[in-house]
């Protein structure tokens, strides 16, 4: 069923995209990033974009550069977990959510709603449905990074009626995930911006929608304060004493 879901997603995307792309392989970041004890998790939650797509190599993905960086800026390791898948909306990110009951809790990215807003579907509905997976992460004790809903209409790839459509509901949706971070005391991290679009042939890929690994490295540079803050909030161990 759910091979079947993603094989009409991806002709979905046909009609969506003027170049969509053909190999939807993602590297797998998954692992220890820096050195030490006591070791923080990071979990990527969401779809293409906190998977990585588009990226070439492990390193260049989201979920690596936000766990270096925290390393380096917390001096203590990280165990990075990628959940997020290509294609995903919000509705299947519990499915995500679920699998991660057996890590320990550390700081959760939620990013999810690009999707959402290409689909003839309610907004209300994923909206109340990321409410949901946030309320139900920061309760099992995560630092929740929400990134509110993406913009498509930054994307010269999708066509013009898409882009059109996609820039009002993906407003509409942030607006909501912003809420929805404010209500649970949630970190918010910037979304995409403007410069998308304007320096699309060096942020984006070939297909004019998903970042470069430039693009996601400028995502991580703005997203990375926004982590940095919430590891604060998660205690160093104390060692045990004999």
């Known amino acids: 069923m759910r091979r079947l879901a993603l094989r009409l997603a991806r002709l979905y995307l046909h009609l969506l995209a003027r170049r969509p792309p053909r190999d939807w392989t993602v590297p797998v970041a998954d692992g220890r990033y820096g050195h030490g004890d006591e070791p923080l998790t990071l979990l990527m939650l969401g779809d293409s974009l906190a998977q990585g797509y588009g990226a070439q190599r492990p390193d260049q993905t989201l979920g690596a550069l936000l766990a270096q960086g925290l390393a380096e800026g917390t001096g203590r390791p990280v165990d990075l977990r990628v959940h997020a898948r290509v294609g995903a909306t919000t509705a299947s990110v ?23 807003v290409l689909i003839p579907a309610p907004l209300g509905r994923a909206a109340r449905q990321h409410a949901h997976l946030a309320q139900a992460l920061s309760e099992s004790g995560w630092q929740l990074v929400v990134v509110p809903c993406p913009d498509p209409g930054y994307g010269p790839g999708f066509r013009a009626p898409v882009r059109w459509i996609g820039h009002r509901r993906s407003r509409r949706l942030a607006r909501r995930h912003t809420r929805t971070a404010d209500r649970l005391g949630a970190h918010l991290a910037p979304t995409s911006g403007p410069e998308f679009r304007d320096q699309a042939p060096h942020l984006l890929g070939p297909d004019g929608i998903h970042p470069s690994p430039h693009g996601y490295a400028t995502h991580a540079t703005r997203m990375l304060p926004t982590l940095l803050a919430a590891a604060t909030h998660i205690p160093v161990p104390t060692p045990a004493t004999a």
């Open 94 to 116: 519990g499915r995500q959510v679920h699998r991660a009951a057996r890590l320990r809790p550390g700081i959760a990215v939620l990013l999810v709603g690009g999707n959402d």
